[in-house]
Structures are given as C-alpha cells and as structure tokens.
C-alpha cells in the first residue's frame, strides 16, 4: 500500500459489493504490530465537495504509537544479508493522507512510548 512502510496482511474477510459503496466484514488483518478484526464500509464514489467517510468498528490487540509511527513512515530499508537499499513500497501519496473516517476502534493493549496502559489492568508493575 503507498505510503507505508509494511504490507497489511488480510488473512480473511468477507467483501460485498453495491453500487454505493465496499463492505468488509468479518474482516481479520495483521499489520502496525496488531492483529485487527471488525468491519470497514467504504464508499464507492464521492461526489462534490464534500468529505466523503469510511466507516468502521474495529478490535486490535495492541496498539503502539512507536509500530504505527513506523508504519506510516515509508522509508528505504537494507535488503538482508545484501548490503542494498531497496525502495520503499509502491510510490505515489499515502491513502492516508486524504482519509476520512468515523468509528469505533477497541484497543486491548496501548503503547505511548514507554506507557502501556491494558483494559482492565489495575494493577502496578512491581
């Protein structure tokens, strides 16, 4: 995908099709250092001026600034073991840049730097 550092790896989902927009749903993903399942409704056309939204209610695991800072932040990587350079993925502007979208999104575990905070975890690291 343009404009990031990582592939998504979709490992299932179900997709429907009209004439107004893509649905994914039952949708399971890897990628940013989470594993992610829910459902994601996008429009097919927009037309006008006006923001055009996607849609969501999405479950990760863990979700960690620093892994989607990394992700987000294409950059040329050492081929192992080569010594090359190879280019980032696919050229051009970041799907990410323009996105509009409204949702839910349930996060397990968050990472901000050096904090992480769980759901449910009241306890104090020793």
Not at 16 to 43: M, Y
Not at 55 to 73: A, N, W, Y
């Amino acid at each position: 995908m343009p404009g990031t550092s990582a592939p998504i790896d979709i490992v299932s989902g179900q997709l429907t099709l009209t004439p107004q927009e893509a649905t994914f749903d039952k949708l399971t993903a890897i990628g940013a250092g989470g594993h992610w399942s829910g459902k994601i409704v996008v429009p097919r056309l927009c037309e006008g001026d006006s923001p055009c939204f996607a849609r969501f209610d999405m479950q990760v695991d863990t979700l960690s600034t620093e892994e989607i800072g990394k992700f987000l932040t294409p950059s040329s990587a050492k081929r192992p073991g080569t010594g090359c350079y190879r280019e980032p993925l696919r050229s051009g502007p970041s799907p990410f840049a323009s996105l509009r979208a409204e949702g839910t999104l349930h996060v397990g575990r968050l990472a901000v730097h050096k904090l992480i905070a769980r759901r449910g975890d009241n306890k104090s690291p020793n």
